[in-house]
């Protein structure tokens, strides 16, 4: 049986490749504005919106979008100009943790007849179960979260430098909460690929392997979402071909032995010229 043309398959690989993109292009940023551990909290998040609505009775990704956008949200305006530091991130994800306890709590012991196998799917993913509306709606929001390209060149100044950015009138704590409302949306979206578990990783492994390989900024930015893809392509194959191997498992094992491989390479660095 060739795989590549079933329509489980099929739904896996648009949709996957639809989430890559924008998780490499989202993850750069994320990257590079050290801003990784908000990325963890907003897995965490992930789970407990999705609990939450499947607990009230409603559509899982509901609660996911919701949770992480609004979350995402929230730290930025806890944090410094739209920039969460790591004492407001923790104190969210100490709260966050507590409610996932309980929704999980009230989920298990009053709805899970009706969708028993729901909170493995958000740990874990989902991605050959994906059905053709949910595809469908999986690549809309990815190319609605392509939007940080239209971004790219002003969140990129606020990022290297805050300070001139501010003073060349860029909108630097906007931008800020423009990127943590896409960093939610994308944890959402990636929660339906890999888990919200994993996520972290489909976020953060692409992306770092790319500033690895290049110091230019676009190159990078491309380089990423590249990657992302790619190793969801992977991923995918490797998970269909082993049936033993849950796909999330595949995709994030080809991001980390990608990312470990780029360890190996060195690239030749441009010198800076010497400050006068």
């Known amino acids: 049986m060739n795989v590549l ?9 648009l949709a996957g490749t639809a989430i890559a993109l924008a998780a490499g292009l989202v993850g750069y940023f ?3 504005r050290a801003q990784i551990f908000t990325g963890d909290a907003l897995s965490h998040v992930a789970f407990t919106g999705a609990m939450a609505a499947l607990a009230g009775g409603y559509d899982l990704r509901l609660g996911l979008f919701a949770a992480t956008i609004g979350v995402g949200l929230l730290m930025g305006g806890i944090g410094r100009r739209g920039r969460p530091d790591d004492v407001a991130i923790g104190s969210v994800f100490a709260w966050i943790l507590g409610l996932g306890a309980f929704f999980l709590t009230i989920y298990t012991t009053s709805r899970s007849g009706a969708q028993g196998g729901a909170g493995t799917t958000v740990l874990f993913g989902s991605v050959f179960g994906l059905s053709t509306s949910q595809t469908q709606l999986a690549v809309l929001i990815a190319a609605a979260i392509s939007i940080v390209l239209l971004i790219a060149r002003p969140l990129l100044f606020a990022t290297l430098d805050e300070a001139v950015a501010t003073a060349r009138g860029v909108p630097v704590r906007l931008l800020g909460f423009g990127f943590l409302a896409l960093v939610g949306a994308t944890a959402g979206e990636a929660t339906q690929a890999v888990g919200s578990l994993l996520l972290l990783g489909l976020l953060a492994a692409p992306a770092g ?3 690895h390989l290049t110091d230019r900024p676009f190159h990078a930015l491309a380089l990423s979402a590249g990657l992302a893809v790619a190793e969801v392509w992977g991923g995918l194959l490797l998970g269909a071909e082993a049936s033993e191997l ?6 994030m094992a080809t991001a980390g032995a990608v990312h470990a491989v780029t360890f ?7 010198a800076l010229p ?3």
């Open 246 to 251: 849950p796909p999330s498992f595949a995709v």
């Open 264 to 270: 190996l390479v060195r690239p030749r660095r441009t």
């Open 274 to 276: 010497a400050a006068a």
């Open 209 to 211: 392997a790319a500033i």
């Open 5 to 13: 043309t079933q329509p489980f398959f099929q739904h896996a690989l």
């Open 30 to 32: 994320l990257v590079l």
